[in-house]
């Protein structure tokens, strides 16, 4: 398979405990972006890497959120200290390298979290 | 600020019957823009894409879309909807060409189709 894989799947944690989600891209995609995705509601943009660099975070980034993306190949989003709004559907989606915009974007299946 | 708004949550069709989802952006300049389908337990996938030229695109699985600039919307139509159709949809705009940066997406339509 190659598309853009997510691990784990589904988490479940209890407030207040830090989780780790990875993203494997599409191995030729130089760009990676992170979305959130709760209940009745559209993705909400995270951020966004090209190579291992972090170019653009949105607010909804607070500081107990982290992503990496150490040899521009996979990415990790750590959430410390959770709470029960973290709950969500974490989308991680790439795309390679272009004029801009004109590349699409290929989304991975999710990562879906419950803080209990 | 850009923005995409879905107007309708919920829609149900029949089966074989035609099918138009409703998208309107706020954009300042001419916008790149996406329609995205969501089935459940899965990815989004790209239905189609408008960037220039040609305002009607065709896409994938018989879906076409508009760009009406003097309307600000990019509707999504298709002439006979299947039940394998159901699902949620997204309209998205680029927020930064240049950077080729973050969609925003509306909040989706549910696609519900009865027989």
């Known amino acids: 398979d190659t598309g853009v894989s997510q691990n784990p799947r589904h988490k479940i944690t209890k407030r207040g405990q830090n989780v780790t989600f990875r993203c494997d891209p599409i191995s030729e995609h130089n760009r990676l972006y992170w979305y959130r995705q709760t209940l009745g509601q559209g993705p909400e943009f995270l951020t966004y890497?090209?190579?291992?660099?972090?170019?653009?975070k949105s607010r909804l980034l607070s500081d107990r959120f982290s992503a990496e993306r150490p040899k521009g190949s996979f990415s990790t989003l750590e959430i410390q200290r959770t709470e029960q709004g973290d709950s969500a559907m974490y989308l991680c989606?790439?795309?390679?390298?272009?004029?801009?915009?004109?590349?699409?974007?290929?989304f991975g299946q999710g990562t879906r979290l419950t803080v209990v | 600020a850009q923005s995409v708004t879905q107007p309708d949550i919920h829609i149900t069709v029949s089966e074989g019957a035609s099918l138009e989802l409703r998208c309107n952006y706020s954009?300042?300049?001419?916008?790149?823009l996406f329609w995205y389908v969501q089935s459940p337990g899965q990815g989004l996938q790209l239905l189609l894409k408008y960037f220039s030229g040609d305002t009607l695109v065709q896409g994938i699985k018989g879906f076409e879309a508009e760009f009406k600039r003097s309307q600000s919307s990019f509707n999504l139509r298709k002439p006979s909807v299947h039940w394998s159709d159901a699902a949620e949809y997204f309209c998205?705009?680029?927020?930064?060409?240049?950077?080729?940066?973050?969609?925003?997406f509306g909040k989706g339509t549910t696609l519900s189709v009865s027989s």
């Open positions: 890497f090209q190579n291992e660099a972090q170019l653009e």
């Open positions: 989606a790439s795309s390679p390298t272009g004029q801009g915009a004109l590349c699409e974007a290929f």
């Open positions: 998205a705009v680029v927020a930064n060409h240049q950077a080729g940066t973050a969609l925003i």
């Open positions: 954009y300042g300049a001419t916008p790149y």
